[in-house]
């Protein structure tokens, strides 16, 4: 027995979502339509106001609703420690674990030759910028730990450590670990006992 | 003692499923040409990291003409704690394993079970290129040291990454210095693992009784010294870069070292030795390794010898099963016929692989 179109249509687009698969989203679509009121309508509104205004902050790369997300926007995050990490999703985790107070870079990415990934394609020249303009006293590196992470926290290094003091997190981080699965201990006690490059 | 007490191919080659049930000692499996053999070792050695005895891409091991995917189960016991592993592929994906129930990274696998082997693609490691030496040393320092297979990957990533900056005639030089770094730090780290790993199989072939011939073991680069500090090695890889980018390649590293052996007993250097004498070299090294593992690690490794019986005199195909069986080391062996293991006898569990209807059985 399959499903009619419009349905089967949604249960194709909910596999695509990471964690889930085509059985999970079978029962998640299914539960949306018996919870039409409760959960189906303010979800399908939920989802239309945030593919409206859904953008990346224009100063560091973070996810928001409006040009510049609150942690640019907020003076007391302006303590001169810059956070550069890969994904917006490292930022995510870095907040959950609440122990960093500056602000943040994501880049977007790594350096990657193989992949014709240079540092014009990632937020560097940006990063770069930031340093001056906002009076940037330390940048941490929060990089993962595989060969392109660790290319990409070199890279900047060998760029900034002239002019700023340049740290890592501690390699408490597992190899090729990356920062999105770590709990929230961990992450800030590799903060704590960062050391420079 | 390392072994692997349940082992079960499904969907690879072969075989449909195989289920074996196994206790410690040496395994003989004889049978036809073509017979599923060569497959259940292969299996074996998928119980460790990489790509296992035929360095096979792993959509080649799925079964034909299904192609449904393979997986390899089984049952390891190391000591005195068990390990189920489970690694499996489906068609165009990577190898998965599962450690215990749980989702591990390959490199993993590495950290409960040595395995060390001898194929008949090796009988002409000492005539061909530096490629296949240095990957069988780097399998012996893989075995006394898990971590060198990342390491090896990652110096061998970055040396890609900065391949191609010189392919591209890319002229960032915070890029190359980043990559430099890298490969400064991991390449001293995996040459300071391949030494010990030498000297290590030198020291036990010292003191060994054995039928089998001792080899002077050397490591050689082509260019001259190798620095010894990740500084100098990074500093020597920026002055290469001129040169590096006219190649297009990265001339000078541990990729590029050599493992020479020459037969002590005769001085004359493997390459010039014959055939059997080659081959003995190699058994020979392969059971340093395995002895050096026992005295290190109270254990000694699973070892493959696919086909090595058939090319023994008779004398040293006694001596070789005596040696494995003083090491108490689950070895598991093929031959095409039931003789070859004679000598052996109830000191083995003797297993007959036959094909039936295009599909491997086995008869315990
Ligand atoms: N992907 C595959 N699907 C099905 N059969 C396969 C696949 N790959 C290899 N085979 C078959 O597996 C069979 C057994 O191979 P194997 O190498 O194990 O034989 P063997 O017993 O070691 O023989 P020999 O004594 O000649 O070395 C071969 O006939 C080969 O064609
Ligand atoms: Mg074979
Ligand atoms: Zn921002």
Redesign the pocket.
């Known amino acids: 027995m399959s499903a009619p179109n419009d349905l089967e249509n949604l249960i194709d687009l909910m596999a695509r979502l990471p964690g889930l698969g085509p059985r999970s989203a079978r029962r998640a679509v299914l539960h949306l339509v018996k919870k039409r009121a409760l959960t189906l309508i303010p979800l399908a509104d939920a989802i239309a106001r945030v593919a409206e205004t859904a953008r990346e902050c224009l100063n560091c790369g973070n996810i928001g609703t409006t040009d510049l997300c609150p942690i640019c926007e907020s003076e007391k995050r302006a303590n001169g420690e810059l956070c550069v990490v890969e994904d917006v999703a490292d930022l995510w985790a870095m907040e959950r674990a609440a122990v960093f107070k500056g602000r943040y870079h994501v880049l977007g990415g790594t350096l990657s030759a193989l992949d014709a990934i240079g540092p014009a394609e990632l937020r560097i020249p940006k990063l770069i910028d930031r340093v001056t303009t906002e009076s940037i006293s330390e940048i941490i590196l929060a990089l993962n730990a595989t060969v392109d992470g660790q290319t990409t926290a070199h890279y900047i290094a060998d760029q900034l450590e002239a002019r700023v003091k340049v740290t890592t997190l501690a390699q408490g981080v597992p190899i090729g670990g990356e920062l999105d699965y770590l709990d929230d201990g961990t992450i800030s006690a590799a903060l704590r006992a960062r050391k420079t490059v | 003692m390392t072994t692997v007490t349940e082992l079960t191919l499904s969907h ?4 449909h499923r195989t289920s074996l049930q196994l206790d410690e000692r040496p395994v003989a ?1 004889f ?12 299996a074996v050695s998928l119980l460790s990291p990489g790509r296992g005895l035929r360095r096979a891409p792993m959509d ?6 299904e192609a449904l995917g ?1 997986k390899v189960t089984s049952v390891l016991k190391v000591g005195t704690s068990v390990h189920e592993i489970e690694t499996w592929a489906e068609p165009g994906h990577s190898r998965t394993v599962r450690i215990d129930g749980k989702a591990a990274p390959q490199v993993a696998l590495g950290h409960i079970a040595r395995i060390v082997w001898l194929i ?1 693609a090796m009988d002409r490691l000492w005539i061909e290129g530096a490629d296949g030496r240095r990957r069988f040393l780097d399998r012996i320092a893989m075995s006394f040291d898990p971590k060198h297979a990342p390491t090896v990957l990652a110096y061998e990533k970055a040396m890609r990454e900065r391949n191609r900056l010189l392919k591209d005639m890319v002229r960032d030089d915070h890029w190359y210095v980043a990559l430099e770094r890298q490969m400064a730090e991991t390449g001293i780290t995996i040459m300071q693992t391949r030494q010990a790993a030498m000297d290590r199989l030198l020291l036990a072939q010292d003191g060994a009784e054995t039928a089998f011939p001792a080899a002077d073991l050397s490591l050689i680069h082509p260019d001259s010294d190798l620095p010894d500090t990740a500084d100098a090695f990074a500093e020597k890889l920026k002055e290469s870069r001129p040169a590096d980018l006219r190649a297009g390649r990265t001339l000078f590293g541990p990729h590029r070292v050599d493992l020479a052996a020459v037969y002590s007993e005769k001085d004359v250097p493997a390459a010039q030795c014959s055939t059997g004498e080659q081959k003995a070299l190699l058994i020979s090294l392969v059971l340093s390794n395995a002895r050096a593992l026992a005295e290190d690690e109270g254990a000694p490794p699973i070892i493959l010898l ?2 090595v019986a058939a090319h023994l005199d008779t004398a040293r195909r006694a001596a070789l099963y005596d040696e494995i069986c003083a090491l108490k080391a689950q070895a598991w062996m ?3 016929g039931h003789e070859l293991f004679e000598e052996l006898e109830s000191r083995a569990q003797q297993l007959e ?1 036959f ?1 039936e209807d ?1 599909v ?1 059985q086995v008869r315990q």
């Not at chain 2, 690879?12 to 075989?15: A, G, I, K, N, V």
């Not at chain 2, 017979?35 to 292969?42: M, P, Q, S, V």
């Open positions: 690879l080659r072969s075989h499996l049978g036809a040409n073509g017979a599923g053999k060569t497959n259940i070792l292969e080649e091991l799925i079964r034909r003409p393979w008949p696919d086909e093929t031959g095409t692989v094909e295009g491997s």
